[in-house]
Each structure stands twice: as C-alpha cells, then as structure tokens.
Nanobody
Framework: QVQLVESGGGLAKAGGSLRLSCAASGSIVSTNVMGWYRQAPGTQRELVATIGSVGNTVYADSVKGRFTISRDNSRNTVYLQMNSLKPEDTAVYYC???????????WGQGTQVTVSL
C-alpha cells in the first residue's frame, strides 16, 4: 500500500502561481511514476503531468510552458509548479503514484485549485 498526502492548493488570480506537493509513504518501490491529474465539475479526470523515477516527463498540451512537474526521490515527493494560471485551470487536482512492476496505482484525496479573474 502507498499513502499520498497532497498540499498546496488554494485560490489564485489569473496570471498567478501556485505550487502543489504530494508526499508518498508506505510500500515505495524505486520504479514508479508520479503524476498530477485534475477534474473540473461535470468533466472527466484528465492528465496534467507525470514524471518517472528517472525524471522523464509528460505534459498535457493545455499546461505546456506554464506548469512544471518535478520530484525529490529522497523525500518521495512530487511537485507541480503552476504559473500563468487561467480560470480554466480551476479543478480538483489529484496526485497519483503508479508502481510499474506491481501494475497498481494509488490516488491522493485531491486538493482544490481555484483561479479567478
């Protein structure tokens, strides 16, 4: 089992910045992928960005150039730096931890991000 604790959500104005953090604990394995997903009301959960244990990243087109995902393997923590925020970035952001060889995944409880004009 893996437990995830997210922090850093909140309210920001358009053009502003927020930083999300997600700390993993429990049965951490070295080969894993951590990532952020988001879900706005009435929509499906969508990928924001992922980062592998060796630092390889994937971004949704909608956040490229504005968001940066990073990780600290010594702390089992993933970060999402969100700059140039837009109202359409408003959503609940979820952290996900995927253990590649176990083929399982775990989700955080979600943190609300609200961007106002």
């Amino acid at each position: 089992q893996v437990q995830l604790v997210e922090s850093g959500g909140g309210l920001a104005k358009a053009g502003g910045s927020l930083r999300l953090s997600c700390a993993a604990s429990g049965s951490i394995v070295s080969t894993n992928v951590m990532g952020w997903y988001r879900q706005a009301p009435g929509t499906q959960r969508e990928l924001v960005a992922t980062i592998g244990s060796v630092g390889n990243t994937v971004y949704a087109d909608s956040v490229k150039g504005r968001f940066t995902i990073s990780r600290d393997n010594s702390r089992n923590t993933v970060y999402l730096q969100m700059n140039s925020l837009k109202p359409e970035d408003t959503a609940v952001y979820y952290c996900k931890f995927r253990r590649v060889y176990y083929r399982d995944e775990y989700w955080g409880q979600g943190t609300q991000v609200t961007v106002s004009l």
